[in-house]
């Protein structure tokens, strides 16, 4: 559905929210076009796309010239009509903070494999990383290659709400996840990964980090390994080695699932 053409024809912009007041007060359903807001987030404002009780779609305003911009590219994407509104979906507010609990997604064109890695990457922790082959396990999808996890993530539609960006390779950095390297990073920044720390382990080929004291071992972003003292820490190259060595698996990252 567009917009009617005389509306284009406007020399001042329309506020937000008013081509839907007026689909509004036409009675046309709701259910026939998607909206979006703009929000505020910590890595700057973005444009947040939703619809028939889901999230639909996520993007920076600095990707686009405009909102017309974003809404022609949603379009596109979805074959949907997207329109300025007002409201944003219940529990935007909270899960633009790290705490996404109630939100529905709908993906939109992607392939149910697809849909389903992006579901489980919700379960990522804030401020963590896992490798492609956690995420596939975390997915229900064990025998996915790293490949087509890498893939499905970079296809992700809905970013920062949906956080591709704590996805790592095998030896602990970061995936680009197909978004502007800058703001990957100042995602990762602000959940707090440190980089610094990331960075020493894979350097040492440590892709777990056990405690001497509690002889459990996770992977390095985890909570629980953050809280290790210098003196403690244990690193290891594989969950066999660690296993070898007396150690088990902490429960709370599982770094024996993949």
């Not at 996520?58 to 329109?83: K, P």
């Not at 529990?91 to 709908?106: E, F, I, K, V």
Request: glycine share 8%; charged share 20%; hydrophobic share 40%.
């Amino acid at each position: 559905m567009r917009l009617p053409d005389e509306l284009n024809t406007l020399h001042e912009a329309a506020p937000e929210g008013f081509a839907v007041r007026v689909l509004d007060r036409a009675s046309v359903p709701a259910h026939r076009y998607d909206c979006y807001v703009r929000a505020d987030s910590p890595v700057g404002h973005l444009y947040i796309a939703h619809g028939r009780g889901a999230v639909t779609g996520a993007a920076a305003t600095s990707w686009y010239a405009d909102g017309r911009a974003f809404e022609d590219a949603y379009r596109a994407r979805t074959h949907r009509s997207v329109l300025s509104g007002l409201k944003p979906p219940p529990g935007l507010a909270r899960a633009l903070r790290g705490r996404d609990r109630t939100l529905r997604y709908d993906f939109g064109p992607l392939a149910d494999e697809q849909a389903t890695v992006l579901l489980a990457t919700r379960t990522i922790p804030f401020g963590q990383l896992r490798p492609a082959a956690w995420l596939a396990c975390e997915a229900g999808l064990p025998d996915l290659a790293p490949d087509v996890v890498l893939a499905a993530v970079r296809a992700n539609p809905v970013p920062v709400l949906v956080p591709a960006h704590r996805l790592c390779q095998d030896d602990g950095l970061p995936v680009a996840c197909g978004l502007p390297a800058g703001f990957e990073q100042a995602l990762r920044a602000w959940e707090g990964v440190d980089d610094e720390r990331v960075d020493r382990f894979v350097r040492a080929g440590a892709r777990f980090l056990g405690s001497g004291t509690t002889r459990i071992f996770c992977y390095p972003t985890c909570a629980h390994a953050r809280r290790i003292t210098a003196r403690h820490e244990v690193p290891f190259i594989s969950a066999s080695e660690a296993a070898a060595a007396g150690f088990r698996g902490c429960l709370s990252c599982r770094p024996t699932t993949a």
